[in-house]
């Protein structure tokens, strides 16, 4: 198992993930946006941003984490 800290209160499976967005190029999306509704409205949408969000991180349990961190930093520390 590797982990991954999206903020000081929390810490994913990296094994987990599924898909990592930036967030400005993903909420274009009309499909990806009503998911994201839909992950709100059922509780599977996480805030671990404090700050600006930059990136959706997608698990393989159907939650999706609002991440601080790029995306590219996520994916890179997923290898």
């Known amino acids: 198992m590797r ?8 810490v994913i499976d990296a094994d987990d ?6 967030m ?13 509704t839909g992950a709100e409205r059922t509780g599977r ?5 404090a700050k600006l969000p930059k990136s959706l991180i997608f698990m393989r349990d ?3 984490y609002v991440s601080p961190l790029m995306a590219q930093t996520v994916r890179k520390r997923c290898v």
């Not at 993930?17 to 930036?22: G, H, R």
């Not at 400005?24 to 994201?36: G, H």
């Open 24 to 36: 400005d190029r993903a909420t274009v999306s009309q499909e990806l946006r009503a998911a994201l």
């Open 45 to 49: 949408l996480k805030n671990a941003a």
């Open 62 to 64: 159907g939650s999706v």
């Open 17 to 22: 993930i599924v898909a990592v967005l930036d």
């Open 3 to 10: 982990y991954i800290e999206l903020s000081l209160e929390c």
